[in-house]
């Protein structure tokens, strides 16, 4: 979604809003990287061609993810000072839900017909960290269970008035999540509990994110870093997943802080406006691509040789991608409306009872495992 659509809503003219060109290249990027990297490892996984995955490998999904991270991180950084807690998390909540809910449906729907039926998991559904045993249909899920849990986090600093510490919360997480994924790298989990999550080296994006605007007023984000930010980004991959994710975690705020340091928004030429609209349609992009990839493979197995059916899954998942994305942003723009216009009594009601239902439904995911 497009950042400018989020702070508009607000009024705001933050540094986020001022950068917001960049921020709409970076989730453009990010959400292709992702693509290129599903596409080229189930190419090799299903297909045995390893042609593609030899270029985009885990790196590409490593690092894609974690820029995704930074940038809610960043983001959020703003919102939680400049929102009150209940209209943010509303705005969150219709941001990340409708879509996700309508794509599993659609998935699970379209399974019907392509031979392998999928069903129904309503805890899956619910995106709330309970470990093991939901199926997600979309495969990317588990990011969401990190993005949600980190909406529900900056709630509860709002709530709790703990905003003017926000640096000191950030910092002790991002130390919390690099200690554990170094001295217990085995802990690290795509799929975890909500006991386990805050450990989670993935969490690096998100704390370091929320750094961005602090290390930008002290001139941290320095091109001459890039030499290190490059090593980092060979690691990736290198080392274990924990070790990975907290490399990648590190790179992906020094990139976001480097181009909300450095770029200034402006109107941008035709290619910039290309770009600036992949970043409105990122989200569905990312949600849509790993099913389409899956189905255009199968469709095409037969009749094409390998290095077409990658540029049919490319372009297919690309494509109805952005079909889907666009159509998110107009219900987007609908819902967001609803809820600024709507009684704030009815509002904190539905916030209050999405709450008790995340609580519930975290705590049976605590109980079971």
């Not at 729907?109 to 939901?134: C, E, N, R, Y």
């Not at 990139?255 to 200034?264: H, R, S």
């Not at 255009?296 to 197995?301: E, I, R, S």
Request: net charge positive; glycine share 8%; charged share 10%.
């Amino acid at each position: 979604m497009s950042n400018r659509l989020l702070l508009s809503a607000h009024g705001l003219k933050t540094s986020a809003q001022r950068h917001s060109v960049g921020i709409q290249w970076l989730r453009a990027c990010a959400a292709i990287t992702v693509l290129l990297f599903h596409a080229s490892i189930h190419l090799n996984r299903g297909y045995k061609d390893p042609t593609f995955y030899q270029i985009f490998d885990g790196r590409w999904g490593i690092l894609g993810v974690a820029i995704f991270f930074a940038i809610s991180g960043y983001l959020m950084a703003h919102l939680v000072h400049s929102t009150d807690k209940w209209t943010f998390l509303s705005h969150r909540i219709i941001r990340i839900y409708p879509i996700f809910i309508a794509a599993s449906l659609t998935v699970v729907a379209v399974s019907h017909f392509v031979g392998t039926v999928l069903p129904i998991d309503l805890i899956a559904l619910s995106l709330v960290p309970v470990g093991q045993g939901p199926r997600y249909v979309l495969w990317v899920e588990w990011t969401l269970l990190f993005e949600i849990a980190f909406y529900v986090l900056m709630f509860l600093i709002a709530a709790f008035k703990f905003t003017r510490y926000l640096e000191v919360v950030a910092l002790v997480w991002l130390c919390l999540s690099l200690g554990a994924g170094f001295a217990f790298p085995s802990g690290s989990v795509s799929i975890p509990t909500l006991a386990q999550l805050p450990f989670q080296t993935a969490n690096v994006a998100f704390a370091g994110g929320l750094l961005i605007p602090w290390l930008t007023k002290r001139g941290a984000f320095l091109p001459a870093v890039a030499v290190l930010m490059l090593f980092l980004t060979l690691m990736i991959g290198t080392f274990d997943v924990a070790i990975s994710r907290a490399a990648a975690g590190i790179v992906g705020v020094y990139i976001v802080g480097l181009i909300t340091a450095q770029v200034e928004n402006k109107t941008p030429g035709p290619i910039g406006l290309a770009m600036s609209k992949l970043g409105d349609y990122s989200y569905a992009i990312y949600l849509c691509h790993a099913p389409v990839i899956l189905w255009t493979y199968k469709a095409t197995a037969t009749t094409l040789p390998a290095w077409a059916m990658w540029c049919a899954a490319v372009t297919a998942a690309l494509l109805i991608g952005i079909m889907l994305g666009v159509a998110d942003v107009k219900v987007y723009r609908v819902l967001r409306r609803w809820s600024d216009s709507t009684n704030p009594a009815l509002r904190v009601g539905l916030v209050s009872i999405y709450l008790a239902v995340f609580a519930v439904v975290a705590a049976y995911g605590l109980i079971k495992t």
